[in-house]
């Protein structure tokens, strides 16, 4: 699936009939889930999910956060020369986890995330992009309190 360009994409009666049409093919064409190239990666996405979905149609997410993190993050190991380590807190599928083993700036990636079903996706996203070895995954969410919560303890349960 190809996405929007962005020439289109900048004249917004153009961006929104090529998005219908986009949407309206996803709709009846795709499944669910979906294998697409996107932001370098291969990607599982999944329709019902809005960031997926975002991503689908459009083929980025969050472009200036990514600039901005990894411009930082290559501007500090400038300075410290030091090994890196990458957390991706609440990974969804990884797509930051995978974005920082793309620009080989770290040493070491964690990526934690509590919901079965991104979990699940995430590691079909690794697998996916040769990451599952570079890669470590945690099964958890992660807080700065220091307690256990009915929404971790009810997943911890399930996996039991």
Do not use: C
């Amino acid at each position: 699936m190809i996405h929007i360009p962005q020439a289109v994409a900048r004249i917004p009666l153009l961006r929104g009939v090529l998005r219908l049409v986009l949407m309206g093919y996803a709709r009846l064409l795709k499944r669910r889930f979906v294998i697409e190239r996107r932001m370098g990666l291969d990607l599982l996405l999944d329709r019902d999910n809005i960031i997926d979905w975002h991503l689908f149609i459009t083929g980025r997410w969050e472009r200036p956060q990514f600039t901005e993190l990894f411009g930082l993050a290559a501007e500090q190991l400038r300075r410290r020369k030091a090994d890196a380590v990458f957390l991706d807190v609440g990974a969804h599928w990884g797509l930051y986890a995978l974005a920082a083993h793309q620009s080989g700036m770290f040493s070491r990636i964690v990526a934690f995330e509590p919901d079965p079903i991104s979990f699940a996706q995430l590691h079909a996203n690794l697998f996916l992009n040769g990451a599952q070895n570079a890669i470590e995954t945690r099964e958890l969410a992660a807080t700065a309190a220091s307690r256990w919560s009915r929404a971790t303890s009810t997943i911890a349960a399930r996996h039991a």
